[in-house]
């Protein structure tokens, strides 16, 4: 079988798209999944997303962690996802998607693309993280630099705490001017640091305001990749209207035979 497939990268981090609205794609072989996204025995990525057929909208976005199982929401690759069926068709400039966590709307400026996502209602604290699910569960510390953390030797402890049975991304923010702060980010599934994470950006920005680092609605975050922005409104503990926008590239196309 021959399956094409698009490289795709949103401020670095990276994914495989196929194009599986014909539902063709062997959705249950992990290790087929996990063996593509390897870096030194397949094509490499932090995931593989499926853009499968949806009954009543353009398109599901089935989003694969590295290590070959189904993972949660991804932001930066919902954004690449809406970027991928645009130029293949699938959609218009502005529409509208499913994911694991519900329904969002994508929005196509060049080479920015907009997603919304999920209401965000309240936090938990663990230890000194702030514990916020964007569509993903996160852990968030402010830092005084993020360059100075052993980002993963500290998170893959974490994973170990049977608070968090089915492992928990962890970020890490700095300031790095008045209204833009520095993020490094864990991901679990992918078991490792990622140039970059929209879910995860998205729980440091909530973070920020939850404790009264920023009195802004709109923040930049600098990414290993890249800058991502993050927009939201926020009435009491809750925030709606949460719009993550960055830069995504298609960095080649290709072709998987097995």
């Known amino acids: 079988m021959n399956i094409k497939f698009s490289k795709y990268q949103g401020t670095g981090n990276d994914f495989i798209i196929i194009n599986n609205i014909s539902n063709f794609f062997p959705k249950n072989d992990n290790k087929l999944i996990s063996e593509l996204c390897d870096r030194k025995l397949g094509i490499g990525a932090d995931g593989l997303i499926l853009i499968d057929k949806h009954s009543s909208l353009p398109f599901e976005m089935i989003y694969y962690n590295s290590d070959g199982f189904i993972g949660s929401m991804c932001g930066n690759g919902a954004r690449c996802s809406v970027h991928f069926s645009f130029i293949n068709n699938i959609i218009k ?14 929005i196509i400026d060049h080479d ?16 000194d993280y702030l514990f916020i699910d964007t569509g993903s569960p996160h852990l968030v510390k402010i830092v005084q630099d993020v360059n100075n953390i052993d980002l993963i030797n500290v998170s893959q ?67 290993k990749g890249g800058l991502l ?25 290709g072709v998987i035979k097995f």
């Open 93 to 106: 400039s502005k529409t509208k998607f499913n994911a694991f966590d519900g329904i969002h709307e994508g």
């Open 112 to 127: 920015i693309i907009n997603i919304s996502m999920s209401d965000v209602i309240g936090f938990e604290k663990y230890e």
């Open 157 to 223: 402890k974490i994973q170990h705490n049977k608070q968090f049975k089915k492992g928990v991304n962890v970020n890490f923010i700095s300031k790095s001017s008045d209204n833009s702060f520095k993020i490094r980010t864990y991901e679990r599934g992918v078991e490792d640091e990622t140039l970059s994470c929209g879910t995860g950006a998205v729980a440091a920005a909530i973070a920020l305001n939850i404790l009264s680092l920023t009195d802004i609605n709109e923040i930049k975050l600098e990414t």
């Open 229 to 253: 922005n993050i927009k939201f409104r926020k009435s009491k503990d809750k925030y709606t209207d949460i719009y993550l926008s960055g830069k995504v590239k298609k960095v080649f196309d």
